[in-house]
């Protein structure tokens, strides 16, 4: 099956900048809508952004917009989640998570989860 392997979760101070990176093996990821996830602290797991599978649908959550920019690579079986301007409210484990889809939408239930990896934001 899919297996998603997330990395680049640092500690990294206010206003820094990071770039998440999750990774596919056993298949590509052009038929998968890609999303990417957080949850932090004692908070529910909470949507941040997602990519259609090709790349051309794009969402975000109002909290990060403006500061988190989601890419894809097909290529590279990798997915992005650059991450700038960012806040101690950002703090939080970061998961990747996909399921195949036959149209570019972006929004959907996922199917595969990769075990995150964790963003602190703290001075």
């Known amino acids: 099956q899919l297996q998603l392997v997330e990395s680049g979760g640092a500690l990294v101070q206010p206003g820094g900048s990071l770039r998440l990176s999750c990774a596919a093996s056993?298949?590509?990821?052009?038929?998968?809508?890609i999303g990417w996830f957080r949850q932090a602290p004692g908070k529910k797991r909470e949507g941040v952004s997602c990519i259609s599978r090709s790349g051309g649908r794009t969402d975000y959550v109002d909290s990060v917009k403006g500061r988190f920019t989601i890419s894809r690579d097909n290529a590279k079986s990798t997915v992005y989640l650059q991450m700038n301007s960012l806040k101690p409210e950002d703090t939080a484990v970061y998961y990747c998570a996909a399921t195949a889809v036959s149209v570019e939408m972006c929004d959907t239930e996922m199917e595969y989860w990769g075990k995150g990896t964790l963003v602190t934001v703290s001075s």
């Open positions: 056993g298949f590509t990821l052009d038929h998968y809508a």
